[in-house]
């Protein structure tokens, strides 16, 4: 893999982990452009493409860390004086931290269950398209759950952080386990599911990207170590891998702090439209160009 190619592919997740347009349907689709004009070395499926793909997936986190330290530090801190009383589940971030440990286990738990589905979405482009278009109208609707309005029994934008229950934490879980699907995008539907179930718009934000670095965390952990039971020597070098990891870090920053402030103003319909303008592509020329 040369530096150009490691350096497309890194920006490519570091714009679209946050970007609410699907990560996962880019970076495929970025991958068989490459392969069909010999730029990229490895196959999709090679054990140096899968390893390039968790460092660069690493570098989104660090995204996130350095974007949310405030929220994160408070809610460590927190979290640390609460644990100093003694453990207690309704303590506000003890039980906040429980809340987002268990949307992180619904998504593992569906992920291992419905992985096999999941990769069907890989193996067509029209599956892949679908996704895409569900994943425009998502997006479209965010902008319209405003606070205060409601549709029908539903009351948007009165949720803070200690009205997060049980039942949104799996909800979310369930959501980020249907973002594994190439098309659908973890972000845009976590915000969605979140604001539809009356989330304010900053809860909204902060609990799906703090949820994101132990879903991302533990996402990589389960396929290196599914990785280390394959046999057979990397020959990917380390400077493909720290300009991948170092421009998915530095690029998904930008894009996250963009991303926060077009939530904050309702202005996310710009993303539906992009996402189905990709759908359209992929439908009329994806078979005959990627």
Known sequence: MTLVVALILGIIQGVFEFVPVSSTSHFVLAQIWLEGRGSLTFAPDSPDLMLFDLVIHLGTVVSVVFVMRQPLRELLSELTQELRTGVRLDAPATR??????????????????????????????????????????????????????????????????????????????????????????????????????????????????????????????????????????????????????????????VALIAVLKLLEAARFRVFSVYVWALALTVIVIGPTVF
């Open 96 to 253: 906040y931290m429980a809340l987002l440990l268990l949307t992180v286990l619904t998504t593992g738990v569906l992920g291992l269950m419905f992985r096999d589905v999941l990769l069907t979405g890989f193996r067509s482009m029209l599956l892949m398209a679908t996704a895409l278009i569900i994943t425009g109208f998502a997006i479209w609707w965010t902008d319209s759950m405003r606070t205060g309005q409601t549709l029908g029994s539903l009351r948007f934008g009165w949720r803070g952080a200690q009205q997060i229950t049980v039942g949104i934490a799996l909800a979310i879980g369930v959501a980020q386990a249907l973002a594994l699907y190439p098309g659908i995008s973890r972000s845009g539907i976590t915000i969605f599911v979140a604001l539809l179930v009356g989330m304010q718009r900053e809860t909204a934000a902060r609990y799906s990207f703090l949820v994101a670095i132990p879903t991302i965390i533990a996402a990589t952990a389960f396929e290196a170590l599914a990785m280390l039971g394959e046999p057979g020597a990397y020959s990917i070098g380390i400077a493909p891998l720290a300009i991948g990891f170092l421009s998915a870090a530095a690029v998904g920053t």
